[in-house]
């Protein structure tokens, strides 16, 4: 059975020109090579290597489709065409529904890359044969899988990839050419160890807002995300985040 529902968050940005896949080969996290083989997920990172938007790339005949989130689309427009200079490159959006849905792809549809269970993407204007979809269980399943998302884990100038486990969503390519950012990723991901990262937790006790504080012994131990049916996200500092912790009200442990 297929499943879906039009993912009215996302807004679509369309790269044209002759040098769009340099263009973005020199900009993203990830190896534009992987288009041949369907969707990418990247991001564009600032040059201290700080998350500024995360995306998916798809081929799209003389173009490249770039999937991101409404509210961060017409910032990265900006910024792509601060990039852009003297290169044949046109950065456009356009009116294309996004849908997203789970069980068996649809035709035409794109595999999410991120992770096998995160379904599949569509784009176009009318619907693909599909049942309807509660999406609240694409929030559960990112949860289950310990996947960020833009407004909530990824933070703007805050957030470090590979903090967020863009290295196992395959979100970001490390034999690839230079990017923006690319040197402090690659020295966190050579020379030295991650003290924080994204982990999931069991929530006990009146879930907190998005983005409290989490304490262990009385010592900020990280942050908490997303939560849903009692399962959260959370920026763990993992010496502090051991045995249990509390964010508001809430108590925390290591799922």
């Known amino acids: 059975m297929t499943k879906g529902f039009q993912d009215k968050t996302r807004q679509i940005l369309l790269i044209s020109g002759s040098d769009r896949v340099k263009f973005l080969q020199d ?105 309807p979809l509660d999406p609240a ?31 196992r969503l395959k979100g970001v390519d490390f034999r690839k050419g230079c990017y923006v950012g690319q040197e402090i990723t690659a020295r966190m991901k050579h020379k030295t160890e991650l003290k924080k990262g994204l982990a999931k937790v069991i929530v006990t006790g009146d879930v907190p807002p998005m983005g409290t504080e989490i304490t262990a012994n009385g010592k900020a131990a990280g942050t908490l995300f997303t939560v849903e049916n009692g399962v959260g996200l959370a920026q763990l500092r993992f010496q502090r985040a051991k045995g249990e912790m509390r964010a508001g009200d809430a108590m925390l442990r290591l799922a």
């Open 27 to 131: 900009l993203v996290t990830n190896d534009l090579g992987g288009l041949a083989g369907g969707a990418v997920y990247a991001a564009l990172l600032s040059p201290q290597g700080k998350y500024l938007f995360d995306f998916f790339l798809m081929e799209n005949n003389d173009s490249i489709l770039l999937d991101v989130w409404s509210d961060h689309a017409a910032g990265l427009a900006q910024r792509l065409t601060m990039y852009r200079l003297r290169a044949d490159v046109r950065i456009e959006a356009v009116e294309q529904k996004v849908w997203r849905g789970l069980g068996e792809l649809p035709a035409g549809a794109v595999g999410d890359p991120r992770h096998a269970n995160m379904g599949w993407r569509f784009y176009g204007s009318e619907a693909p044969v599909m049942d």
């Open 137 to 167: 269980e694409f929030v559960a399943l990112r949860v289950a899988h310990i996947i960020p998302e833009s407004g909530a884990e990824l933070v703007v100038d805050d957030t470090y990839i590979l903090e967020a486990g863009f290295e």
